[in-house]
């Protein structure tokens, strides 16, 4: 059987245009451009072989299979040769149950998919292995192709700059200076891309991106490139394998420039179409209340969508104001009975920190979707025998000087309310004693 995708409008414009071209936009009404399947083709393959298939491959090391995305390949990019893939294993993420947390928040069937146990660290990964792979095609074939770029809020840079220096293909990435983590920055220079540090915000790097790119030597590996969303969404697909093809109730996902949870839904009605699911979830997008343009269209019923300045925040990843995928993330959240929650720095930072507390180590995104569930819950909107899947975007570990200031109460404007600080003591074995038991009795009396 051969399955074929190709680009077309999003607003049902008339043309295809092949994956392999460099066309960002629809030449027709200037929207994007999304990836669709021959979905007929893919039917003739029963949803219990689907299923198998794909459990065969999960985890396995035969190339590229084993990869959470590429074990899927039928479904994100058919026609690509294997030999052009640039895979690094992404995907096949934990899907953590929270059982402590959950008792605290009072939903008991709650899970964390780690999209940060990933090779550069969020879930970045599984769009980008796609995006470098096509390109690694496209200069197989003879186009001419300089450089890849982007604009980036620090993850979709490190990804990037990891596959193209894996693929040997030269990359460039503009940042917001000061705006992005120390871990953030030092990734694409690691893998030795060309980075740029401007003196604006994602938003100024993301116009400045897309005027470069316009002579097409240098190709656009931003989200309004619509083959990344095809990577991302299996996450969708992994969810429900890893529930055994069961559909949670809830899922819960920070929203920036809104590609991802684009690729969410995407992922989940490709599963209803080829019949391996019967529902679908409900989706809520959480954002930071600095970065809220969703938010506030939400509460206009979706009337309006107007961008907003974003402001700083601890969520920095999500620090967006004009967000590209605005209205796929709308028609998405429409289909999927979704709701938009936002959270303060405060409420970021302190849930961020309590979630820690039973095991995990969150980034501030996943304390944006962490405090979200909290109100959700309160609210009575997701239920107590839900079963709910929280995304959680990036690891912990790129965030780790903002995280220690939030112990060491150095984080302006913010009150630690579940800091944790170091004891320090001379080296003697009887003030460290005391020490202990001290602690001891005060976790007894607050357990009691
Ligand atoms: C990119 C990113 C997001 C936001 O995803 P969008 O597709 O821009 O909505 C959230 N969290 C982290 C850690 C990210 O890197
Ligand atoms: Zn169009």
């Given at each position: 059987m051969s399955y074929n995708a190709w680009f077309q409008c999003i607003n049902g414009c008339p043309g295809q245009f092949s994956l392999?071209?460099?066309?960002?936009?629809?030449?027709?009404?200037g929207d994007l451009l999304e990836v669709q399947h021959d979905v007929d083709a893919l039917r003739t393959r029963a949803p219990a072989a689907w299923m198998q298939l794909f459990d065969e491959r999960t985890r396995k090391s035969t190339y590229p299979y084993g990869s959470g995305v590429w074990a899927k390949k039928e479904w994100v990019?058919?026609?690509?040769d294997n030999e052009n893939i640039v895979s690094t294993?992404?995907?096949?993420?934990n899907l953590f149950w929270a059982e402590r947390y959950g008792r605290q928040l009072h939903v008991e069937d709650l899970w964390v998919?780690?999209?940060?146990?990933s090779h550069t660290g969020s879930f970045k990964d599984l769009g980008m292995t796609v995006l470098v792979s096509v390109v690694k095609q496209m200069i197989a074939d003879g186009?001419?192709?300089?450089a890849v770029a982007c604009a980036s809020t620090g993850d979709t840079s490190a990804a990037l700059a990891s596959y193209c220096a894996a693929a040997g293909i030269a990359s460039i990435v503009l940042l917001p200076r000061n705006k992005v983590s120390p871990a953030q920055l030092v990734q694409p220079l690691a893998n030795g891309a060309l980075v740029l540090s401007l003196d604006t915000d994602f938003d100024g790097c993301m116009a400045v991106v897309q005027e470069i790119t316009k002579q097409k030597r240098i190709y656009l590996a931003n989200s309004m490139n619509s083959l990344r969303i095809e990577g991302q969404k299996t996450v969708a697909i992994e969810i429900v394998q890893q529930f055994d093809w069961e559909v949670p109730d809830w899922v819960v996902i920070p929203g920036g420039n809104l590609g991802n949870v684009t690729a969410l839904g995407k992922g989940f009605l490709l599963l209803q179409d080829l019949g391996l699911i019967q529902k679908l979830p409900r989706i809520c997008v959480a954002q930071a209340e600095h970065a809220n343009p969703l938010y506030r269209s939400y509460l206009s019923g979706f009337e309006r969508f107007e961008p907003v300045t974003a402001r700083q925040t601890l969520a920095s990843a999500i620090q967006i104001g004009n967000p590209v995928s605005a209205k796929r993330a709308i028609r998405t959240l429409q289909r999927f009975n979704g709701v938009v929650e936002q959270a303060s720095e405060q409420e970021l930072a302190d849930e961020s920190a309590r979630a820690d507390r039973t095991g995990m180590f969150n980034c501030p995104h996943t304390g944006v979707a962490l405090a979200a569930l909290r109100k959700l819950v309160e609210h009575k909107i997701v239920k107590a025998s839900d079963r709910v899947v929280v995304i959680s975007t990036a690891h912990g570990l790129k965030f780790a000087d903002q995280k220690t200031a939030y112990h060491l109460g150095t984080l302006a404007g913010i009150k630690p309310n579940h800091r944790n600080l170091p004891v320090e003591l001379p080296a003697d074995a009887k003030q460290v004693a005391d020490t202990i038991a001290r602690h001891v009795e005060r976790a007894r009396l607050l357990e009691a």
């Amino acid at each position: 059987m051969s399955y074929n995708a190709w680009f077309q409008c999003i607003n049902g414009c008339p043309g295809q245009f092949s994956l392999l071209e460099i066309i960002y936009r629809c030449p027709t009404c200037g929207d994007l451009l999304e990836v669709q399947h021959d979905v007929d083709a893919l039917r003739t393959r029963a949803p219990a072989a689907w299923m198998q298939l794909f459990d065969e491959r999960t985890r396995k090391s035969t190339y590229p299979y084993g990869s959470g995305v590429w074990a899927k390949k039928e479904w994100v990019l058919p026609f690509i040769d294997n030999e052009n893939i640039v895979s690094t294993f992404e995907g096949n993420s934990n899907l953590f149950w929270a059982e402590r947390y959950g008792r605290q928040l009072h939903v008991e069937d709650l899970w964390v998919k780690q999209c940060g146990n990933s090779h550069t660290g969020s879930f970045k990964d599984l769009g980008m292995t796609v995006l470098v792979s096509v390109v690694k095609q496209m200069i197989a074939d003879g186009q001419p192709i300089d450089a890849v770029a982007c604009a980036s809020t620090g993850d979709t840079s490190a990804a990037l700059a990891s596959y193209c220096a894996a693929a040997g293909i030269a990359s460039i990435v503009l940042l917001p200076r000061n705006k992005v983590s120390p871990a953030q920055l030092v990734q694409p220079l690691a893998n030795g891309a060309l980075v740029l540090s401007l003196d604006t915000d994602f938003d100024g790097c993301m116009a400045v991106v897309q005027e470069i790119t316009k002579q097409k030597r240098i190709y656009l590996a931003n989200s309004m490139n619509s083959l990344r969303i095809e990577g991302q969404k299996t996450v969708a697909i992994e969810i429900v394998q890893q529930f055994d093809w069961e559909v949670p109730d809830w899922v819960v996902i920070p929203g920036g420039n809104l590609g991802n949870v684009t690729a969410l839904g995407k992922g989940f009605l490709l599963l209803q179409d080829l019949g391996l699911i019967q529902k679908l979830p409900r989706i809520c997008v959480a954002q930071a209340e600095h970065a809220n343009p969703l938010y506030r269209s939400y509460l206009s019923g979706f009337e309006r969508f107007e961008p907003v300045t974003a402001r700083q925040t601890l969520a920095s990843a999500i620090q967006i104001g004009n967000p590209v995928s605005a209205k796929r993330a709308i028609r998405t959240l429409q289909r999927f009975n979704g709701v938009v929650e936002q959270a303060s720095e405060q409420e970021l930072a302190d849930e961020s920190a309590r979630a820690d507390r039973t095991g995990m180590f969150n980034c501030p995104h996943t304390g944006v979707a962490l405090a979200a569930l909290r109100k959700l819950v309160e609210h009575k909107i997701v239920k107590a025998s839900d079963r709910v899947v929280v995304i959680s975007t990036a690891h912990g570990l790129k965030f780790a000087d903002q995280k220690t200031a939030y112990h060491l109460g150095t984080l302006a404007g913010i009150k630690p309310n579940h800091r944790n600080l170091p004891v320090e003591l001379p080296a003697d074995a009887k003030q460290v004693a005391d020490t202990i038991a001290r602690h001891v009795e005060r976790a007894r009396l607050l357990e009691a």
